[in-house]
């Protein structure tokens, strides 16, 4: 925050809030100054020549003159490397302990000196300096490894590290978390520092509240994800490659990590898109299911102002024959802005409330910030104090509680890195539902300190417990989000057990899916915001989080009425369909847009409650296989160079390609199709893919295309579920899934997997292992 942002921030919030803003970046920077010691000289290193090795299970250990390297291939295909004998623990990614070795892999002697372990997806070789590659079965180079470099303060303390990596000439980047300008990481740095973008950000904007060392590197020679498990702040510094033209070399792609600290370890696996999530989730965990009404339409505000405004709104949808699901409150709700609390004023009966909107199908969702108000006899406040011998507040380097400024003023902040606080956090969700609430999203979990200039987050010496032991916010930062994520989780859980949790987080980091689900944050209103909401989606559904969403129509600004519809007909297909706004943005109701508005938006909201079956099916197989529900162009062609480099459209599972429209005024667009038949939806015309068509996109719709073949579960006009299948072509079968959700309850819902084709001019349906009929209503279309 520069000058002039201080200048808007003492206009917006008070030049008491302003002042105090100073006072807070001075005491974070005094107490770095003083704790944190400087690096002065540093002395580098590298590995090495080689020295020897001792082969183990499922790999072993190769040494250097001047490190070590651990190499293990895991039961499930997962490889692990380390440096300096870093072990896989402890992990804030990992769901458990590490997979099994694989006793078939074997440390072995290769050439020129070098190490190498066979596996049945990777083979990996170590050389004689260092360099560490990933290669395939059939011995094609994935991505090459250098030897790291560390720098070591001569007077002691942490070590700095860069590992610099080479890929293919045509490999594409994906990943690290939720990034703006992807879902293609162009060249550029890439910060590892979850970071509040301050009320607004674009594509331009980076970081952004949610990073991860994930990436997903798609080439010609196949796929495969690195996982760099370290948090401390880093950067990656990504250049793609370029093919020489004719007998010219290849310039291969290049990635740097460098981090100011902590392990160097990584994780790898590689195979189809399909098969590295899915191994992916097996090293950090399922996602969490979402219940039921999750996966409709919801409702959001900064500044609903009081009941009658929260009546006046659901009566809206209601009357109008909207369908509306969830409406969520945001902070105007608490007293005084402090977390677990209710402004009795405003809402006098909020379980009455809750009780009465749950009658008509509206679920109410609360907001759960982590800063809590320095305020003795706030019963919060005095609780978090009583926790453990130290009590539940991050500490400084002397000892001393933390103090930041976020909306309630002065404010401490509960260590989640500490069991004993993450059960004390938990239980107070109970006062979340007593008042009525079926979920919570979690914001400010960064953490956010407003400060009048630096990082608007905590000192990075503050103390932290890291499960015991020990360490500071430097290392602690970055998971300051998902450990939040676990308290309120299992919280609810325990709270009720008979229930699946609902939980989404600004903030988080690798694994995070394990607890829920995240949305963009304050995405910018406008063109380029609308564009950056689906490259995040995209973004961290290849990082392992399948649910996800943004702020329809942009959290700061008052979009245009066709603005405003685009990002509603994206938001459709999206997991997470949530309209949001800022307290002087203006509403976000349909309705507030114009007739012709409301009549599209209705639209969009029919053939999303039409499609809840298959987003309860995707939500299914996201949890038995981590696969996202909206997923790049490439997921089932990754070799198919023209779909890695599209990013303006995506699939929703195997069988719908959604392309919206994200430029105003287009009247057509243009739409890349993957190998097959794909039908027009709204016409029912057919179209020939590898290639591309040109289709219209008239106000009222957005182009969806379904695959050739393709079964979706969709709400029939009784309300049930009914099969839609979309003719296959002759000699090309076809297929599909359902998992119709048994409820909001913990049961699973068992998945049903049906074949398609055509024979004597008919579409044959049959269900697998049930002979005879598919025991549900078939309705053909495309013939």
């Not at 000058?3 to 100073?22: E, F, H, Y």
């Not at 080479?166 to 740095?189: I, K, M, N, Q, T």
């Not at 956010?448 to 932290?464: E, I, K, N, Q, Y």
């Amino acid at each position: 925050m520069d000058g002039r942002d201080l200048v808007r921030s003492v206009k917006l919030i008070g030049s008491a809030r302003g002042l105090r803003m100073v006072r807070s970046a001075v005491r974070r920077r005094n107490a770095d100054a003083r704790a944190l010691p400087r690096r002065g000289a540093e002395r580098a290193r590298v590995p090495g020549p080689v020295t020897g090795a001792e082969p183990g299970p499922g790999g072993g250990v190769v040494r250097f003159a001047r490190s070590e390297l651990r190499v293990r291939v895991a039961v499930g295909g997962a490889v692990f490397w380390s440096w300096d004998g870093a072990d896989p623990l402890p992990s804030y990614a990992l769901s458990g302990a590490p997979p099994e070795a694989d006793p078939r892999a074997r440390l072995e002697p290769d050439k020129e000196d070098g190490w190498q372990v066979v596996s049945e997806r990777l083979t990996l070789a170590v050389s004689r300096h260092g360099a560490v590659e990933l290669r395939t079965p059939g011995g094609v180079l994935l991505r090459r490894e250098l030897p790291p470099r560390w720098w070591e303060p001569v007077s002691g303390g942490d070590r700095r590290w860069v590992q610099r990596s080479e890929v293919p000439a045509d490999a594409r980047f994906f990943g690290l978390g939720g990034r703006a300008s992807g879902p293609r990481l162009r060249d550029g740095v890439y910060r590892l520092w979850n970071t509040d973008p301050g009320g607004r950000f674009g594509p331009g904007d980076d970081p952004l509240s949610l990073t991860m060392p994930v990436q997903l590197v798609v080439s010609d020679a196949g796929t495969h994800l690195v996982f760099h498990d370290n948090t401390w702040s880093g950067r990656v510094t990504l250049h793609e490659g370029e093919e020489g033209a004719g007998s010219g070399h290849d310039r291969p792609g290049t990635c740097e990590v460098r981090m100011d600290g902590g392990p160097l370890r990584c994780w790898a696996m590689a195979g189809t898109p399909a098969r590295v999530l899915r191994t992916w989730t097996a090293l950090t965990g399922a996602p969490a299911l979402p219940p039921s009404w999750a996966l409709g339409p919801q409702h959001a505000r900064w500044g609903f102002g009081d009941e009658r405004e929260v009546r006046r709104v659901v009566a809206g949808y209601r009357e109008r024959g909207l369908p509306l699901s969830a409406l969520h409150l945001d902070i105007d709700h608490f007293d005084g802005n402090r977390v677990f609390t209710v402004d009795r004023e405003r809402f006098p009966d909020l379980p009455g409330l809750a009780k009465e909107l749950r009658e008509e199908g509206v679920r109410l969702v609360s907001i759960v910030d982590p800063a809590v108000k320095a305020e003795p006899g706030y019963p919060v406040f005095d609780a978090g104090a009583a926790v453990g011998d130290r009590g539940a507040f991050v500490r400084d380097a002397r000892g001393r509680v933390v103090r930041g400024e976020v909306w309630p003023g002065e404010c401490v902040y509960p260590d989640f890195t500490d069991p004993e606080v993450r059960e004390w956090w938990g239980g107070l969700y109970g006062e979340r539902l007593a008042q009525g609430f079926s979920g919570v999203w979690h914001d400010m979990n960064e953490p956010v300190s407003f400060a009048a200039f630096g990082d608007p987050t905590l000192p990075r010496s503050a103390r932290h417990c890291l499960e015991g032991r020990g360490g500071d916010h430097r290392e602690a930062h970055n998971v300051y989000g998902l450990a939040m994520a676990r308290a309120g989780h299992e919280g609810l859980r325990r709270l009720r057990p008979r229930e699946r949790p609902f939980l989404f987080s600004r903030s988080g980091w690798a694994g995070m899916q394990r607890y829920g689900g995240t949305w963009s944050g304050d995405v910018a209103t406008g063109w380029p915001g609308l564009r950056a909401s689906l490259a995040l989606v995209l973004g961290l559904g290849l990082c392992g989080v399948p649910y996800s969403g943004p702020d329809v129509g942009g959290f700061d600004g008052s979009p245009s009425p066709e603005l405003f519809l685009r990002w509603f007909q994206l938001g459709a297909y999206l997991p997470l369909f949530r309209t949001h706004s800022a307290i002087d943005a203006g509403r976000r109701e349909p309705w507030e847009f114009g007739p012709r508005v409301l009549e599209y938006a209705r639209a969009a909201l029919a053939e999303r409650e039409r499609l809840r079956p298959y987003f309860a099916t995707l939500a299914r197989l996201a949890e038995l296989t981590g696969a996202p529900y909206a997923r790049p162009l490439w997921w089932r062609a990754p070799g198919e160079r023209a779909l890695r480099d599209c990013e303006d459209a995506f699939l929703l599972g195997d069988a719908l390609l959604v392309a919206p429209v994200l430029e105003e005024g287009a009247g057509r667009r243009a739409v890349r199709l993957p190998r097959g038949r794909w039908y027009d939806t709204a016409t029912g015309e057919a179209h020939e893919g590898p290639g591309q068509v040109v289709l219209d996109t008239p106000l009222s719709r957005i182009p969806v295309l379904a695959r050739a073949g393709s079964v979706l579960p969709v709400r029939g006009a009784d309300g049930g579920v009914e099969l839609e299948v979309w003719a296959p072509a002759a000699g090309r079968p076809g297929g599909g899934s359902a998992a119709p959700d048994p409820g909001d309850g913990p049961d699973r819902a068992e998945v049903e997997r049906y074949t398609t084709r055509l024979e004597g001019g008919k579409v044959v349906v049959e269900r697998e292992g049930v002979a005879g009929p598919v025991g549900r209503p078939v309705r053909v279309r495309g013939l």
